[in-house]
Each structure stands twice: as C-alpha cells, then as structure tokens.
T-cell receptor
Framework: AQSVTQLGSHVSVSEGALVLLRCNYS??????LFWYVQYPNQGLQLLLKYTTGATLVKGINGFEAEFKKSETSFHLTKPSAHMSDAAEYFCAVGKGGSQGNLIFGKGTKLSVKP | DAGVTQSPTHLIKTRGQHVTLRCSPISGHKSVSWYQQVLGQGPQFIFQYYEKEERGRGNFPDRFSARQFPNYSSELNVNALLLGDSALYLCASSLDLAGGPLQYFGAGTRLSVL
C-alpha cells in the first residue's frame, strides 16, 4: 500500500529565508510524486510533479523538489520565501494507469513572517 | 481555457438529507475523480471514473455514489447525510489513465451538514 508522511504540520519562516517542506513516501512500485498548494477557501493547485527521468524537478513560483529513492523522500524547497507563499502544501503519491487515484499527506501549513 | 468547474460552491444540509454535487472536467479530459477533504486533513480518494465507468473506489460507505455522463461531466451523490460528511469535496480531472495520475483540481464544494 502507498502512503505519504509530511513532517511538520506547521512550518514558519521569515520572508527571504529558505523554505523546506518534508515529504516521505512508501510505495511498492515506482511512484509518481506531486506537490500541491492550497490557498484558503480554494482548491488544489499543482506545484510540480515527478514521474520519470530527472530527479530534480522544478515547478511554479520558484519551488523545486528532489526525488531521492534511497531515502524515499520528495522534499519541497524554495530559496527565498515570499509573503504570498503562505498556504497549505500537500505531498501526494500515485501509481498511474488504471489506478490513477492520489494518496495525500496531511499537509503542512506554511507561514511567512515579515 | 476553463479549468475544472464544480457546483455549487457552498451547500448547507441537515442530517438524513441527500446531496448531489456536480463537476465539469477540463475540455478533452476523460477521467474524473472525487476527493473528500475534512478540515485539517489531506484529501481522501472517493471515486475515479473513466469513459463513464468506475475505475476505482476509496474506503467510503455505500451512501456515496457517483456517475459520469457522455460529456464526461460527473455527479457525486451522498445519501442519508451525517454530521461527519461535512467537508470540502474536490473534483479532479485528468486526460486519460495512460499518463499517470496527473490530476487538475476544481475549487471544490464546501458541504456543511447540520
């Protein structure tokens, strides 16, 4: 069975500081991995995805994530936080094919201090 | 191009009632999935439909049902509502099943059961 663990339900950083949101997964097959962002009272917006190929994935708004198979991790980073990055972030794993549903972590709420 | 659209945006029901939520996928997308997001948690998979057939079902009771229409839009039905059904219901669409579970989400329908 697949599962996702996001370490830290709440992360607070200062504006301009490094953002690091942690995600570990378990999967019996090569996983598809995703990060989504959710702003208050909105749906989920795709930040980036890993399917195959390059393990360092760049997404929107300056975010990137690195797939590390040996560590079963897919941590999300951004070099310099902006106030507009304050939101909830969800890591998700999927199998693809006929089993196309996503398994989500519980989310990490990012706060950015001025 | 229009994204995934869901209606209504908000809904208030009382226990025991029935509710129908609607979703229109991105034009050209043939697969629709439904997720339930309880406050403070990540989304949980309910159903996936592809070409009008159910392709996956999460761990939800039979009170939950869904269908997909020839134009690929979808309805989620919940009977005999319970207080615990209060949540944000998210619809996601994907092009097909071959390219992995890359899904695009709508803004959701917020259901409150009193």
């Amino acid at each position: 069975a697949q599962s996702v663990t996001q370490l830290g339900s709440h992360v607070s950083v200062s504006e301009g500081a490094l953002v690091l949101l942690r995600c570990n997964y378990s999967s019996s097959v090569p996983p598809y991995l995703f990060w989504y962002v959710q702003y208050p009272n909105q749906g989920l917006q795709l930040l980036l995805k890993y399917t195959t190929g390059a393990t360092l994935v760049k997404g929107i708004n300056g975010f990137e994530a690195e797939f590390k198979k040996s560590e079963t991790s897919f941590h999300l980073t951004k070099p310099s936080a902006h106030m507009s990055d304050a939101a909830e972030y969800f890591c998700a794993v999927g199998k693809g094919g006929s089993q196309g549903n996503l398994i989500f972590g519980k989310g990490t709420k990012l706060s950015v201090k001025p | 191009d229009a994204g995934v659209t869901q209606s209504p945006t908000h809904l208030i029901k009382t226990r025991g009632q029935h509710v129908t939520l609607r979703c229109s996928p991105i034009s050209g997308h043939k697969s629709v999935s439904w997720y339930q997001q309880v406050l403070g948690q990540g989304p949980q998979f309910i159903f996936q439909y592809y070409e009008k057939e159910e392709r996956g079902r999460g761990n939800f009771p039979d009170r939950f049902s869904a269908r997909q229409f020839p134009n690929y839009s979808s309805e989620l039905n919940v009977n005999a509502l319970l207080l615990g059904d209060s949540a944000l219901y998210l619809c996601a669409s994907s092009l097909d099943l071959a390219g992995g579970p890359l899904q695009y989400f709508g803004a959701g329908t917020r259901l409150s059961v009193l």
